[in-house]
């Protein structure tokens, strides 16, 4: 395993490229970006719309593959993964939160909490036990067996996150989770965020086109145009 | 386990959350499983029928039936069929005295006439099947009860007269006072005259109590009648229900009427008494075996017999009836299943819609729980455990119907088989129901489950952009041979006895089925829409070695090549060019190909259609040769220029407006043949090694179901694409089309509505129509009154004034409705230039709606002709679902109607005559003719007399009919050796012969008589045969003193045209006169008479007279096509029964496809009506599109039926009458079932989204 300024990289891209054909037209979405995130960092990705941040994030969530480069979780190179082996991958080393919640609509909390630990080939917790937990930790634990219907937009994006830990990942990946949210609603779920990130040592990346969220992050990635085009750490 | 259960737990509440959606998709299963419970069960009745009670059906325990064959035993009766002699007869009862069995005897096959009598005439003669039977013994084992409660003996034991008297002379009550008073009878009784015809002497005869009911003169008990030829009177003492002799135990009762008369009064009526039926009752301790052998060996020793009486005796026993009908029952129920397998993969389509659109509502949320880890394969695995559930409750309910189904079903189990049946729930068929429904259901729902699997799930980054993805290749293929083979396996089970193909056609169908799917698969890839300029040959990543090689290779060879710019570039650069330019080439090399493949297929089937109307549109005398490459061996320039010409035109239209299709069409068939090929070669080399192998037997077993499987899956995906493009091609009409056929069909409907008020009460619709002229002037001229919004300002196009306010529309719409009611009151009328105005005032009315329809909801069209066409798939495989039901109600309806037809105008109007005459008995044709000769009213007749013949040759070498293809009949083998057994006739006399149309050589001349020549008449037989004018056919005819026969060979003079305008009976293959010797035995002789139809009395009298002569049945050729119709009307019961349940299954898939359509338009309509769009506007929208799908599968059903009408009237002996067969009325209520069953269907679900509010869908959805 490399290890960069005694850091472990748990995320490292090399050269992605991503082309999307629309109609006549070829989208270059996004075009020769390298990044390196670490372990126990939380950093932002931000750029405007179309800037390719989604695009990014699902190439380094391992949901889409890259036209060109190459990318590794945990050491893991999932460039060239079969889509079950990917699926395992995204199981077991990534959460992810999303601005629309993604719940699903069926199930209560407790059972959309415990569904990636009931996926897993070997589950490494009790899914009934952990999902409780989890949603005790974001502080839904009185929401438990309540169904997304019947949540408000700030319980469904934090049952979101519970369910993103399940497993334990060592990458949470966000895209625009206050997106959807009112201003109260998004300063609890970030709350909730930091709070996992200190407590797990989980890394998180977060995709928002909010430069204040951005702004309290450990590092930020500004997208333009499918490249990186500055990287800081903010004040 | 533990996902099992999640999955399980997931798809309930799925289901449940989405209940509509769901009941709709139950219910398509469940009528598919209801209508193979219900003809299982009608299956099931009709075995427990035919194998129970098997000692009452057989009338005995061995029943015995007199033929030629059993010699030594036989005599002739009066009719001249065979009968067992006295001898053997007493040879019998002697041995059933011995062997201490009961025996009766019966006469069964007597064909002869009742007449009616009143006051010593005879008012109506009927003809019937007279069963002489001994009523204190008949039948062994079951009890024949009169309708009053009787039986059968006491109906015979009591004395006639008594109920004579009742019925005579109620004031008389003793038989005594009749004998003793002749002619005294009350005053004024119209049946006092009866006494004076020895009366006293009245025998008892039982008629059945169709004869009662259906016989015109209607004969009931006490009615005096005479019986055939004799003049002794019989009383009628009673009634049996038609049912007591079943179709089973005496078949003549499928076409005739019946009476039973005693056995020992044969004589009195002039008939010889010797019985053509032996019944023996075997006490139960003895084996019916033993009493079989023991009698055969009786007879053998006790009369002059030859041969194998045992093999020649025909007989049946319990023990063979009892197998003989449990086969005929497993026939029944394979054949039933089948039908009912047909309802029940209709239900498959909706099973097949509902698993789309779950996959496709839930496509984010496959796409999450791929985010979480849920593997492609437990995706699949989660839709298809919601698919089973569907599958198990659905064919539950389905069973549930199904049960009281059959229940309902049973009457028409019992008018095709003539059999009483008695209904209970059959858990066989219970079960089989559950199983089918599930096998279909998990089937059909795999590959919408495969799809799920594909979802990508980077869509939850893009919910909005979220598209169904198309299944895997390899897992479609996979799926496609896994349907094939488990649906291969269901058929198997049912066709294996009766049909045996080469497995190797299974495979060579395999490989054609692949090929074509990977064709079509390719085709819609890309092949059907130009190569982009960006793009770049690459192949995954994982294959980088293989594309730079490719590459190489390619920039190798361009290297060589003069290609434009090629030299410049770097050797892979260069390769991608060159495969850049190589796939454009191919690319239009394919779609040309293909364009002018579909284009001759056309081109071929316009010229064929042309060759057949040739002479029916009497285009000209000579019919051009159909099919292109006849035209080619006769040289026709003309023609094969013609086709040319279409070739190219269809071709280059089909390049240029559908590439897709001719993509499609070019991929798909190279695909097939490659495919077909390769499964050739394969099938050839596993042949080789395996046969006689058990793997190899296996195999042939399975064979047949596959192939048929295969078979139906081409035809089917054939329909389904030709549906497919339809759809397409209607997305792309104008909305006016749309509108001007919404508006056609609702003034139909409004005419159709009039016309039929109109014959009974015009001043209704008068006043209806006046109503519609005051109600649409008055809201006509509300128009702009009603609208309180502001004027807009000078200069805007005010869309609300150019479309008219609602007002006008519907006070245009309500005139429209008058003018087309007013124009109803015309057309009525018997004067021709008023139908012209009332025809006049339809097409205004027309015009006036279209217009004001086009103005108004010209958006709404093209939002309907949008969704259709943005959801092709789904709307084509709703109208596979309902036009299947259609097109069988339209041909059981249609060429049913037609076939009756001609059949009827060929007996009545093309037959030389208007009374068939038939006897067995060659010494009663000169009595039959003496009798004709004697009658006034008689205007022509002709005499045939009837002869089996063997053709042993024509010109010198033995016939043969070629056997080829596939398929190898179980039988074929026995029918190669059969012998080529013709029936010829004779005609008496030769000089009032038809004016035949001759294809070739001349007619009969009466010059002809007693020269070896024979006329023929095309058919399928002289076509396989070759026989032409002057060819030499040589017969071998029985005769009674050779055994051998005589061997004689008769000149073809002429041969006469199928369609030739006249046509008389026995004319297919007809001797002159005296050309036989009197030593050959004939069949039949056969007497066509025209009696003047002016007066019904001429008829009535030859009837009595006819009756007169023994052995003789005359039988009216108008009821013997009454008895036709009836015979056709019983085949038809089932298969209409079965057109029903389709068009039922048909109904619940358009009911589901309308519930998803709204479900998935829930969105849509919920912004559509924010913006303004009103809830009837939805709602008439969604009706219109399924009116629309409605009259299309009512076009194509009901055109289905016409073809096959069409080809059946072309290819009968009477091609003119198609006009007249062309039942326009059956086809418009075929059109507007459809519709009505549509609309029927979609209103269920579109009421409610219509008036969903838009809030509720815009929040929640």
Known sequence: MTQTNGRRPILRATNLTKDLPLGPVVVHAVRGVDLEIYENEMVAIVGPSGSGKSTLLGLIGGLDTPTTGRIEIDGVDITNMSEGRLTEVRNEKIGFVFQFFNLIPTLTALENVALPIQFAN?????????????????????????????????????????????????????????????????????????????????????????????????????????RIVREYVPV | MRLLRFFFIHSLRDMWRNRTRTLFALICVATGVAAVVALRSLAFMVADELTSNLAQMNRGDIRLAATRNAVGLVDRNTSGWAAFSTEAVAAMRDWARQEGVEITVARANWVTSIRQMVQGQTVKTTAVLALAIEPDLYPFYDSITLEDGRTLAEAFAGHAETALAARVAPSLSAIGALSAAPGAGAPGLAWATYPTYRISNARPVVISSNLRRESAAGLAEGDIVRIGASDVLYVVTGVVPASAESILSTPQTALLDFIYVPFSDLGVLRERPLPDQVFIKVPLERSVEAVDASLIAYLESHLQTEGDLDEKLSRITIVELEEENAETADVIDDMILVMGLSSLLIGGIGIINTMLVVVSRRTLEIAVLKTLGLKAYRVTALFLVEAALMGLIGSLFGVALGVLLSYLVKSVGEQA???????????????????????????????????????????????????????????TLVTLLVMIGV???????????????????????GGALVGLFLGVIVANLGVGRPIPDYYVFRLP??????????????????????????????????????????????????????????????????????????????????????????????????????????????????????????????????????????????????SGLLDGTAFWQTLSAQATGIVLVEGALALLGAIFVGYWLLVWAIGKLPPVVLIGVVSVVVLAVVAAIGATVAARAPLAIAAVAALGVFSGAWWWQRKGASNPLPSPPPGWRDSAASAGPAAATLGTVLLSVALVLAGVLLAITQVIWLRWAGAAAGAVAFVLLWRALSRRFSVDARLILREMSGRRTRVAST????????????????????????????????????????????????????????????????????????LEAVNGEPPRFEHSGPFNFANSEEAEEDPFVMILSQRSSLEELPAYEMASGRRLLPSDAGKNLIMVRESFVTAHLGIRAGDRLQYRFRTRSDPDGLL???????????????????????????????????????????????????MDQTLAALADVPGAVAIELGALTQLLKNLLEQLNAIPTLVAWLALLAGTAIIANTVALATQERRRQIGVMKAVGLKGWRVLGMLVVENGLIGLLAGLIGAGVGLLVTVAVVLASQSPEQLRELLELSTIAWLILLGIGVAIGAAMLSAWGAAAEKPMNVLRYE
């Open chain 1, 122 to 226: 070997r589950p490494k917790f009790h899914p009934e036990k952990r999902a409780r937990e989890l949603l005790e930790l974001l502080g839904l634990g009185d929401r438990l067996h309540h169904r997304p219907m019947e949540l408000s937009g700030g319980q469904q994006q934090r049952v979101a996150i519970a369910r993103a830990l399940a497993n334990n990942p060592p990458l949470l990946l966000a895209d625009e989770p206050t997106g959807n949210l009112d201003s109260v609603a998004s300063e609890v779920v970030l709350e909730a965020l930091r709070n996992v990130w200190r407590e797990t040592g989980t890394t998180v990346v977060l995709v928002t086109h909010d430069r204040d969220l951005a702004a309290r992050m450990g590092r930020v990635m500004e997208l333009s145009d499918g």
């Open chain 2, 417 to 475: 088989f003539g059999l009483t049946l008695v209904w209970r729930p059959y858990p066989e068929a219970m079960l089989s129901g559950l199983f089918l429904g599930m096998v279909i259901t998990v089937l059909f729902g795999f590959l919408p489950t495969l799809v799920a699997g594909q979802v990508r799930p980077a869509i939850v980054l893009r919910p909005n952009e979220a598209q169904m993805p198309a299944a895997g290749l390899l897992q």
């Open chain 2, 487 to 509: 649906l291969g396996l269901l058929v198997s089970s049912i066709v294996n006895d009766t049909i045996t193909i080469d497995p190797v056609y299974m495979i060579v169908g």
């Open chain 2, 541 to 686: 990543r994982r294959f980088e070695r293989l594309e730079n090689w490719i590459t190489g290779a390619a920039g190798g060879v361009a290297g060589v090549l003069p290609v434009k710019g090629g030299r410049g570039l770097e050797r892979r650069e260069r390769g991608r060019a060159a495969i850049t330019l190589g796939l454009r080439a191919l690319r239009q090399t394919v779609l040309l190909y293909g364009a002018l493949a579909l284009g001759a297929a056309l081109a071929s089937g316009v010229m064929l259609i042309v060759a057949e109307s040739w002479r029916p549109l009497q285009l000209g005398e000579t019919k051009p040769a159909g099919a292109i490459w006849t035209a080619y061996e006769q040289g026709a320039a003309v023609w094969i220029g013609a086709w040319a010409l279409l070739t190219g035109v269809f071709g280059l239209l089909i390049r240029w407006y559908g590439r897709a299709l001719a993509s499609v069409i070019a991929l798909g068939t190279l695909g097939a043949t490659a495919g077909g090929g390769i499964g050739l070669l394969a099938g050839r080399a596993l």
């Open chain 2, 879 to 950: 109208l596979l679902g309902l036009s299947v039901g259609i097109a069988g109600l339209s041909l059981v309806s249609l060429t049913t109607g037609a076939v009756s037809h001609i059949l009827e105008f060929q007996l009545s109007e093309r037959a030389e005559g208007n009374l068939l005459v038939v006897t067995r008995a060659p010494q009663q044709a000169a009595a039959i003719r003496q009798t004709l000769d004697g009658l006034d009213g008689i205007e022509h007749y002709a005499q045939f007399t009837t002869y089996r013949a063997v």
């Open chain 2, 1048 to 1098: 004689l060979e008769l000149e073809v003079v002429g041969v006469v045209k199928a369609q030739s305008a006249q046509a008389g009976f026995g004319d297919q293959f007809l001797l002159p006169p005296d050309t036989l010797p009197r030593t050959v035995e004939p069949l039949n002789i056969v007497t066509v008479v025209q009696v003047n139809e002016e007066d019904p009395a001429y």
